[in-house]
C-alpha cells in the first residue's frame, strides 16, 4: 500500500518527445559541475606546473565522460519526472564528493588513500546511476540495450583501473616511480572512455531532441564561461578589497574577453550548428551529435579553464599593491591566458567544421594574431597584456559583424521566425487555462 501510494506520488518516468526542451532539474544538475570547474580551477592555479595542468585535464576529461554519458540518459528520460530525480539526486550527492576529493587525488602519496577511494567510489556511483536509467529507458528496444552492454566493459575497466590508481602507487618503493604510475593509470582511463564511444559506432543510439541536446551542451558550455568569471573574480583578489584604479580596466577586460569568446560560439556558430543537427537524421545525426558536442566540447572546456586560471594569475599581478601597473605577469600566467583563447577557439572551429562544413577566415586570423600576441604579451604589463588579449577577441567578433552580415542577419532572421512560431503555438495552449477550457489545470 505504502509502495503504491509513493509510485503514485512520484509518478512514471516520462520519455523525451521529439520537441523536448531542457528540463530545469537539469540545470539544477549542471549547477554541481559548477563547484568540479571551480574546484579544478583554484586547484590548478594555486601551483600551477606541467603536472598539475595534466592532472587538471585528466580529472575534467573523466568528469566530462560522466557527463556525456548524463546527457545520453537525457535524450531518453525526462530527468525531473517521475522517479528519476530521486536516483538522480543520488548522482549529484556522487558528483558532489568527487569534486570535493579532487584536491587529494593528485597529493603526495604519503597523505593516504582516502580521497583517491572516495573518487573511485564516487565515480562508481555515478556510472551506477546513469546505467540503471539507460537500461529502464531501452527496454524493449534491443539495439538499445545492445548499445548498452558495449559499454558495460569501459565502465568496469575503468572503476577497477581508478581503484588500482588508487591503491597501488603508494605501495611504491620509489615514489617517483608512483606517481608516474598513477597518472599513467588515469591516462589509461581517459583513453579507454573516448576510445570506446568511437568503437561503439553510432548504430543503434537515439537523438530523440535535436532541440534538447543541442540546448543542454550549450547551456553546460555557458556554466563553464561563468565559472571563469567566478574564478578571476575570487582568485585574483577582486572579492572583499578595496577597488582600485589598475583592478577597474582590468575587470572590464576580463568581462569584454570571456563575453567575446560567447559571441563567437553563440552569435552564429551554435545556432547554426543546432539547425544543422535539426536537419540531420538518424546515424548522421548521432554521429554528429557525438563528435561535435560529446568529444569537441571538451577541447572547448579545457581553454575556458585553462584561460581561467591564466587570467586568474594576470588580474592578481595586476591588483597586487607592491608590483605596481608596470609590473609584468609572472611564471605561464600569459602563455595560459592565450594558449586558452586559442584552444577555445580552434575547438570552435572544428566544431564549425564538423556541423558546418565551413572554417570562417576570420578565426584563422584571429589565431594568427593570438600566436603573434602571445610573445609578445611575455614582455609586456600584465595590464597590456590583458588588454591586447581583449582587443584581438573583441576585433574578432567586429570583423565578423561586418564582413558576415547578410548571412548573420538571415540566420538569425530564421532563429526568430522559429522562436516566434514555437511561443506562438504555447500561448494559443495556454490560451484554454484563462478561457475556461476542459484542460484548465485544477488549482
Not at 39 to 46: D, E, K, S
Not at 146 to 155: F, M
Not at 289 to 294: I, S, V
Not at 411 to 437: I, M, N, P, Q, T
Request: charged share 15%; aromatic share 10%.
Amino acid at each position: 500500500m505504502g509502495r503504491d501510494r509513493w509510485g503514485k506520488g512520484l509518478g512514471p518516468a516520462v520519455p523525451v518527445a521529439p520537441a523536448a526542451r531542457v528540463d530545469k532539474f537539469e540545470v539544477f544538475f549542471d549547477l554541481v559541475f559548477v563547484v568540479s570547474f571551480f574546484i579544478i580551477t583554484r586547484a590548478t592555479a594555486a601551483n600551477v606546473t606541467p603536472r598539475e595542468l595534466l592532472h587538471a585535464m585528466l580529472v575534467l576529461a573523466v568528469l566530462w565522460w560522466c557527463w556525456v554519458v548524463h546527457s545520453a540518459v537525457a535524450t531518453r528520460l525526462r530527468l525531473g519526472e517521475g522517479f528519476v530525480p530521486v536516483l538522480m539526486v543520488i548522482g549529484m550527492v556522487a558528483l558532489f564528493t568527487f569534486a570535493l576529493a579532487l584536491p587529494q587525488t593528485f597529493g603526495n602519496l604519503q597523505e593516504g588513500t582516502a580521497g583517491p577511494i572516495l573518487v573511485t567510489v564516487s565515480y562508481m556511483v555515478i556510472r551506477a546511476v546513469h546505467m540503471s536509467l539507460y537500461a529502464f529507458a531501452t527496454r524493449g528496444d534491443p539495439p538499445a540495450r545492445r548499445k548498452l552492454w558495449q559499454l558495460a566493459p569501459e565502465v568496469l575497466i575503468t572503476t577497477c583501473l581508478l581503484l588500482v590508481a588508487a591503491l597501488l602507487p603508494p605501495e611504491v618503493d620509489d615514489p617517483g616511480r608512483g606517481l608516474w604510475l598513477r597518472d599513467g593509470l588515469w591516462i589509461a582511463v581517459v583513453v579507454i572512455q573516448y576510445a570506446s564511444g568511437l568503437l561503439v559506432g553510432a548504430e543503434g543510439w537515439q537523438i530523440t531532441s535535436a532541440e534538447h541536446w543541442t540546448e543542454r551542451y550549450d547551456l553546460i558550455l555557458i556554466i563553464a564561461l561563468g565559472e571563469s568569471v567566478i574564478s578571476v573574480g575570487v582568485g585574483g583578489n577582486l572579492i572583499g578589497k578595496p577597488v582600485t584604479w589598475p583592478a577597474i580596466p582590468a575587470a572590464i577586460f576580463g568581462i569584454l574577453f570571456t563575453a567575446a569568446l560567447w559571441w563567437a560560439h553563440f552569435d552564429m556558430i551554435g545556432p547554426a550548428a543546432r539547425i544543422a543537427l535539426h536537419a540531420a537524421e538518424g546515424r548522421p545525426r548521432v554521429a554528429m551529435a557525438r563528435d561535435a558536442y560529446a568529444y569537441l566540447y571538451l577541447p572547448m572546456i579545457a581553454g575556458v579553464i585553462l584561460f581561467a586560471i591564466g587570467a586568474e594569475e594576470v588580474v592578481r599581478t595586476i591588483t597586487d599593491p607592491v608590483g605596481g601597473v608596470a609590473e609584468r605577469a609572472h611564471g605561464p600566467a600569459v602563455p595560459l591566458l592565450f594558449a586558452g583563447v586559442m584552444l577555445y577557439l580552434v575547438a570552435d572551429m572544428a566544431f564549425q567544421l564538423r556541423t558546418l562544413r565551413t572554417v570562417s577566415w576570420t578565426r584563422v586570423a584571429a589565431l594568427a594574431a593570438l600566436a603573434a600576441g602571445l610573445p609578445v604579451g611575455r614582455h609586456l604589463p600584465a595590464l597590456t597584456a590583458l588588454g591586447l588579449l581583449t582587443a584581438i577577441c573583441v576585433a574578432l567578433v567586429a570583423v565578423e559583424l561586418v564582413a558576415m552580415a547578410d548571412a548573420r542577419a538571415a540566420l538569425r532572421r530564421a532563429v526568430y521566425e522559429e522562436k516566434a512560431s514555437h511561443e506562438a503555438g504555447e500561448a494559443a495552449f495556454r490560451a484554454r487555462w484563462h478561457d475556461g477550457g476542459p484542460e484548465r489545470p485544477e488549482e
